[in-house]
């Protein structure tokens, strides 16, 4: 499908074709689901972690006999009853991360373009360049109307651009393998370079 380029300064520069198999598909959100949720629980630290019995600082010694108190049967004050005993069954250090085929991965993705694509929410343009300066990049992106955007351009970031965008509240961008379901289904507007377009079907072909 053509779509139409843009120039950062507002201005038309041609057309691009748009492959169908990255941007014609009808988004299925269970497939969305699955991907954001493995990659936030690879990105989950797991280093919450809380004290057994059998790690609590206390006497091991019984605390008081075993018959005629009319009480239970306790053994030490690091029980999980006891105020200051250890926890039954809490948080341990531990991986929440789980595996998903680099097939599903790339269907997510492929997905996750065609929703921002039914959205209105793409916008493709000539390229990601700048001067450096954040007050010029900022004007041009509040002329644009992009207010949360994610700009993916192709292999590598042009710096002078990544320079200037560092202080711009609600743009960031990535490199082509850098683009993820979560990071471009989380912004309002995914903004992809020409040269991003390539990489993007070289590497979802």
Do not use: C
């Amino acid at each position: 499908m053509k779509f139409d380029v843009i120039k950062l300064d507002g201005g038309k520069a041609g057309s691009v074709e748009l492959s169908d198999d990255l941007f014609g598909l009808e988004p299925r959100a269970d497939i969305l689901h699955r991907v954001v949720r493995w990659q936030r629980n690879n990105a989950q630290a797991g280093t919450h972690k809380v004290k057994t019995r059998s790690e609590v600082s206390y006497s091991t010694k019984k605390i008081y006999r075993q018959k005629g108190t009319g009480g239970a049967r306790h053994g030490a004050r690091s029980a999980p009853i006891f105020r200051g005993g250890g926890v039954y069954k809490g948080p341990v250090v531990r991986d929440h991360g789980h595996d998903l085929t680099k097939k599903f991965r790339k269907l997510g993705l492929r997905h996750a373009l065609s929703a921002k694509m039914k959205a209105g929410e793409l916008v493709v343009i000539e390229n990601a360049e700048s001067a450096g300066k954040t007050a010029a990049l900022a004007k041009q992106v509040k002329d644009l109307g992009w207010k949360r955007a994610l700009v993916i351009d192709g292999a590598t970031v042009n710096e002078d651009f990544a320079q200037a965008a560092r202080n711009i509240e609600g743009l960031d961008i990535l490199p082509t393998m850098g683009a993820n379901v979560y990071d471009i289904l989380k912004r309002d507007t995914l903004v992809i370079t020409k040269a991003g377009l390539e990489a993007l079907e070289a590497r979802l072909k």
